[in-house]
């Protein structure tokens, strides 16, 4: 279960704001990839705060409504189809994440950033490898990104409703692939995802 520990640890050392960054979207061939970033208050307790994953979609729409008012600051932004082509899913994903941390209402002084992976950021930061298991503000920003992606799939479903977006949320899935080998990449595909198509 995550907690305040890192955190806690981190304010010792003299920080005024850690924010807990996360993004999700890294695996789908269509669609942005989002990140989050979120300053808690010290010491708030959310009940039922986890890592995404592990949270049914109905559990993570009541704690994002809960996390965005609670929270200190909070910001959410993306990196488009066209950049995951050109600088990669990594570097997309960092581009998403740095986004989201300059953009908070309240200026962090440190970022947590899950994984193991850490580039271009002008405030301090620590990588939390499984960090939104670990800490509470990881998994707040993984609900956050995690919602807000899964709500972007469904208005992308109804623009390219023959993929099945809805239902897959853009993973390789074999009805996806099918779909894209059926009917042609969309727009919104991710063509360096898509190699699948010269087998």
């Known amino acids: 279960?995550?907690?305040?520990?890192?955190?806690?640890?981190?304010?010792?050392?003299?920080?005024?704001?850690?924010?807990?960054?996360?993004?999700?979207?890294?695996?789908?061939?269509?669609?942005?990839?989002?990140?989050?970033?979120v300053i808690l208050p010290r010491g708030l307790i959310i009940e039922g705060l986890d890592d995404s994953k592990k949270l049914t979609e109905k559990k993570r729409e009541r704690l994002y409504g809960e996390i965005i008012e609670k929270a200190l600051a909070y910001a959410i932004r993306e990196a488009s189809p066209e950049e995951i082509d050109e600088y990669n899913i990594l570097n997309a994903s960092m581009l998403a994440m740095r986004r989201a941390v300059d953009a908070l209402q309240?200026?962090?002084?440190?970022?947590?950033?899950?994984?193991?992976?850490?580039?271009?950021?002008?405030?301090?930061?620590?990588?939390?490898?499984?960090?939104?298991?670990?800490?509470y503000s990881i998994a707040a920003a993984s609900i956050l990104a995690k919602v807000t992606r899964d709500r972007g799939c469904i208005e992308l479903d109804r623009l390219y409703p023959e993929y099945g977006i809805a239902?897959?949320?853009?993973?390789?899935?074999?009805?996806h692939m099918d779909a894209v080998r059926e009917h042609g990449p969309s727009p919104i595909h991710r063509k360096s995802f898509l190699k699948f198509l010269d087998k």
Do not use: Q
């Open 1 to 37: 279960m995550p907690s305040f520990d890192i955190e806690d640890a981190i304010y010792e050392e003299g920080y005024e704001y850690v924010c807990g960054c996360d993004e999700a979207g890294r695996g789908p061939l269509c669609g942005p990839v989002v990140a989050a970033a």
């Open 106 to 135: 309240i200026k962090a002084d440190y970022a947590l950033i899950d994984g193991n992976c850490s580039r271009g950021f002008e405030i301090p930061t620590l990588t939390v490898v499984k960090g939104d298991s670990r800490s």
């Open 167 to 175: 239902k897959h949320k853009g993973y390789p899935t074999k009805d």
